[in-house]
């Protein structure tokens, strides 16, 4: 895997696992890294620090029954470098059942990454909101 695909799997993966329901998985992304929130205006570092966000997150989200879309991805990788950057724009939906999907949230995520072992991680993510729609859940 190239490591253009390699980053883009793991921005992609958030999402996933953020629908998902996965507490673990989506944290474990930070376990290394720096998590900045435009919205909040905190930095936080490593798991432990961004675990209470996603677990009141994903509280709201089983009951607001939402999804992440990550759109515009580009990522800036030099051959043989160590570090990397992507920026994406993310769109939240809302789909109550019984009611037409709204747009709830929109944003952007700045990530900067690190090869370690290998293998790219997260060592940085700006998390920014530019719109907000319907009744919204926090950022993220």
Known sequence: ???????????HSYARLLDGGDVDGVTA???HSTWRSMPKG????????????????????????TKHLITNLSVHVEPGAITAFSHCRW??????PGEPISITLSGQYADTFEKVDN???FSDRLITTDLSGA????AG
Do not use: C, K
């Not at 930095?43 to 966000?53: H, K």
């Not at 769109?91 to 109550?96: A, F």
């Open 1 to 11: 895997m190239s490591d253009v695909d390699e980053i883009s799997a793991l921005v």
């Open 91 to 96: 769109t939240i939906l809302q789909g109550i």
């Open 42 to 65: 905190s930095t936080l570092r490593g798991a432990a620090e961004v675990r209470p966000i996603y677990e009141n997150l994903l509280a709201q989200d089983r009951t607001r029954h």
């Open 29 to 31: 992304l930070f376990e």
């Open 119 to 121: 293998r790219w991680r």
């Open 135 to 138: 009744p919204s859940p926090p």
